[in-house]
Nanobody, 129 residues
């Protein structure tokens, strides 16, 4: 069983930056593809970014490309999300998710919540205008 705990959320002005971190415990996630999702207030969960178990492949939502960077440190069992030039519409609860061990990450799978087996409780990000 894998437990995921997100941290780093908070209040930031539009145009500002935040760095989210996801710490995994229970077992190593070095062989799991990982993702970040966002749930805006009153809306469904939406894809933000994903990274393959090796870190060699990354995918982003269309709005996040060029401003967000997902990374992982398999030695520390952590996955980070650097978010720059944040927009008010990116306010929401941000969730870390782990896909199945050994699963190959493809673009059409990365954005699908059903691809992920484990989810954290989320961290709130509020972007003020």
């Amino acid at each position: 069983q894998v437990q995921l705990v997100e941290s780093g959320g908070g209040l930031v002005q539009a145009g500002g930056s935040l760095r989210l971190s996801c710490a995994a415990s229970g077992r190593a996630v070095s062989n799991n593809p990982m993702g970040w999702f966002r749930r805006p207030p009153g809306e469904e969960r939406e894809f933000v970014a994903a990274i393959s178990w090796s870190g060699g492949s990354t995918y982003y939502g269309d709005s996040e490309k060029g401003r967000f960077t997902i990374s992982r440190d398999n030695a520390k069992n952590t996955i980070d999300l650097q978010m720059n030039n944040l927009k008010p519409e990116e306010t929401g609860v941000y969730y870390c998710a782990a896909g199945r061990q050994g699963e190959f990450l493809l673009r059409h799978l990365a954005a699908n919540t059903a691809f992920y087996d484990y989810w954290g409780q989320g961290t709130q990000v509020t972007v003020s205008s």
